[in-house]
Each structure stands twice: as C-alpha cells, then as structure tokens.
C-alpha cells in the first residue's frame, strides 16, 4: 500500500512498545526509519517522543509511529510540539479520522491495549489517507496558536 508522506516514516518506541515496533518494522512493507529503543530494556517513553517529533518537524512531508505501554504517554509528549498532530489509533476508522479530520502526522499504539496485527491494519489505513481539508483547516489552524508561554 503507498503511503500519502514521504518514502521515509520514523518510528520509536520505549521499551514496552519495542516488540510492536520490531513486529511493524518487519510485516509492514513501509520504509521505517528506526529512531530507538533498541532493547527491553527500561527506558523513557518521553525521550523517544521529543527525538521523533523534532525529526519531522525537521525533515517536511513525513510523518511517524510511537508506541509506549497504553499510548497516552507518548500522545502527551508528542503532542507538546506544535506542528505535531498526534493521533493514538486503536482501530481502522479511528486512524482514518485521525488523517481524514485532523491531518495527524504520527501514529500512536498501545502495544498492551492493541494486538500487532490490529496495529498494522491501523498503521496501513493511516499511511495511505489523504486529508480532506475543507472545514477541517481553520480548526486545525486554531490548534497552532501560540500559547503565552511562547
């Protein structure tokens, strides 16, 4: 299936996710561009998020997958950085709407939530959904307003 970013997809994971990520790097048929942890070994969640989400901002037309214990860790962390839209996917329609809606650029798993298979659907459906645009880019314009902390 062709993905509607770039060739290249990070993807990163903290140690609860990395046989979720090593199940998604080996059956999905997409270029993944492994960004860590490279083992079961305890790591933080928040540290993979921040070197992904400064990888696309960095690097235009791409998007990534995250993948921590239950999702919500690395959805916090991911979504602090502005021109990131974060999306934790637990089923086909969810990841649709996530691309279709709100034009998410990373794809969030729980790997003790959702089963690798479940995942690869949502991953498959997510890479190959345009946005739809309309309606839905003054509200996601409204998302990108600097906070008073900026």
């Known amino acids: 299936m062709k993905s509607v970013f770039h060739s290249e997809i990070f993807i990163a994971s903290d140690h609860a996710g990395f046989s979720m990520k090593q199940y998604l790097m080996e059956r999905s048929g997409y270029n993944l561009v492994d960004l860590g942890t490279d083992s079961l070994e305890s790591c ?20 990534g997958i995250l993948i921590c214990s239950t999702g919500i860790g690395m959805s916090i962390a991911a979504n602090r950085h502005k021109g990131i839209r974060a999306a934790l996917c637990f089923d086909r329609s969810i ?18 939530v959702v089963g690798c298979d479940a995942a690869l659907d949502c991953l498959r459906v ?7 645009g309309g309606r839905h880019i003054r509200r996601l314009r409204m998302i990108d307003v600097p906070t008073g902390g900026e």
């Open 126 to 132: 997510f890479l190959s959904t345009q946005f739809e």
């Open 44 to 63: 933080d969640y928040s540290v993979f998020a921040e070197k992904l989400s400064k990888r696309i901002l960095k690097e235009e037309d791409h998007c």
């Open 95 to 112: 990841a649709e709407l996530a691309r279709r809606h709100n034009d998410a650029n990373v794809v969030i798993f729980g790997a003790r």
